[in-house]
């Protein structure tokens, strides 16, 4: 009995830990710990209704492929061939930024923990490169095997350290207040934090193409209640796991008043010195090698999900929609390849004329993805309303209230962001 649940466990499990690789990397190591370390504890709630405002979009997009067996694409194809260009402009807007500020910040990691004297860049470029091979050889099986282990090694240790420091936390005098006044530089930061928080929303899509790849791999028809179970895993985990890096940073740098490095070198260090005060010194190798492990499966993540992405596109694009079964275009190696050779040029070009700093690469990206919030949450909310639910998958009145609730929220916010910075 205890085999056969294993065995039936692999035919489902796994897109939601690849969602909580590609959100457990920059997002939480990079912008959760800045945000303790900058606002304290206040952050956290922060953190928390983000993780909230967002969940219904998300879910929208794991549910429809469960039910329909198609990737959230097809929804967009039916909703009008400008959906899918659109959202093909903000994929193309996030590839541009997101693959190079992984790749930086997994650089930076690996130069302190090996000890490494070649520049950032070169480093990260060599890392994208890797990340192509390693996709075109073995794909969506490579990827699920490379993530899974990684992911729950670092979350195990982010736990347990966030759990010793608790003792030590002095909450009557933990971080600021709300209610301070903030600078357009502060509402800045909050606008990246959020756009990467747990993860952008294009990340929707990934999700949904990673589960028919699940599907077609195992030749198993989808099963909504796993699927589900699956996906609110990978999610409400990313979010715990946010709120501890917030907390370690509120701890040991807000704390302290340590100013964060710019550098991916400087962040990394301190980042691996958080966890040896928590832990010990002597974990500090170790935790230097997870955190390499998860960054790794983060870049790997996102690295495989543009070429799918980008591909399907093209195929719902040009497929007219009576012809369209909205399954997963079947990538072919060709086309493939050549979307992954595409983006290791475009991080190359990147990092010769974009930001030189670590943290400007991943806040443009994070803000990207803040300003194009409302619009996937929008297509995604359009495509569960379209089509006829079972029983144990419809949407009360409250579920779909709330979800026009979250949209108008993420629109909002989106747009004060743009008048405060750009008028």
């Known amino acids: 009995m205890e085999r056969q649940m294993s065995i039936d466990a692999k035919t489902w499990l796994g897109p939601g830990l690849v969602f909580a690789a590609t959100s457990v990397g ?10 303790g370390a900058l606002y304290g504890f206040s952050i956290i709630l922060i953190v ?3 993780c909230a405002v967002k969940y219904l979009t998300f879910k929208f997009a794991s549910d429809y492929t469960s039910i329909t067996g198609k990737t959230i694409l097809h929804a967009y194809r039916a909703q009008g061939r400008h959906v899918v260009y659109l959202f093909l402009l903000i994929t193309v807007c996030s590839m541009v930024f997101a693959v190079p500020a992984l790749a930086l910040v997994c650089a930076g990691l690996f130069r302190v923990v090996f000890g490494l004297s070649v520049p950032d860049v070169v480093v990260g470029l060599f890392l ?11 794909r969506y099986g490579a990827l699920e095997k490379v993530t899974t282990v990684l ?63 699940k599907r077609c791999e195992h030749n198993n028809q989808t099963d909504f209640r796993k699927s589900r179970l699956d996906f609110q895993i990978g999610y409400w985990g990313t979010t715990l796991l946010a709120v501890c890096f917030v907390m370690i940073g509120a701890s040991l740098m807000h704390k302290q008043s340590i100013i964060i490095e710019d550098g991916a070198v400087g962040f990394a260090a301190q980042l691996i010195s958080l ?16 955190a390499i492990a998860v960054m790794f499966s983060s870049l790997i993540s996102v690295m495989d ?26 990538v072919s190696g060709r086309a493939y390849l050549a979307v992954l050779i595409f983006v290791v040029v475009e991080a190359g070009v990147v990092y010769l004329v974009g930001p030189q700093s670590m943290t400007g690469l991943v806040d443009i ?31 009360s009145s409250v579920t779909c209230a709330l979800g026009k609730i979250c949209i108008f929220i993420m629109a909002m916010f989106a747009g004060i962001y743009m008048v405060f910075r750009y008028l």
């Open 128 to 138: 994208i490169m890797v990340s192509a091979v390693t996709l075109a050889i073995g």
């Open 26 to 35: 920059t997002s939480h190591l990079v912008q959760s710990t800045r945000a």
């Open 151 to 213: 992911v729950l090694v670092m979350a195990l240790s982010t736990v347990v350290a966030t759990l010793l420091l608790l003792p030590d936390i002095q909450w009557n005098e933990a971080g600021v207040s709300l209610s301070q006044e903030y600078g357009l530089k502060d509402f800045a930061f909050i606008a990246a934090l959020i756009g990467w928080m747990p993860a952008p929303l294009d990340v929707s899509v990934w999700h949904s193409q990673w589960a028919i790849s």
């Open 365 to 395: 990206a994070a803000t990207t993805a803040f300003v194009t919030a409302p619009v996937i949450a929008f297509f995604n909310y359009k495509a569960i309303t379209g089509i006829v639910l079972p029983l144990n998958a419809r949407l």
């Open 48 to 50: 928390v209704l983000t």
């Open 275 to 290: 966890f040896g005060l928590a832990l010990g010194d002597h974990f500090s190798s170790v935790i230097g090698l997870a």
């Open 305 to 330: 999900a543009f070429p799918r992405t980008f591909i399907n596109i093209c195929h719902h694009l040009a497929t007219p929609l009576h012809e369209d079964k909205g399954h997963q275009f079947l």
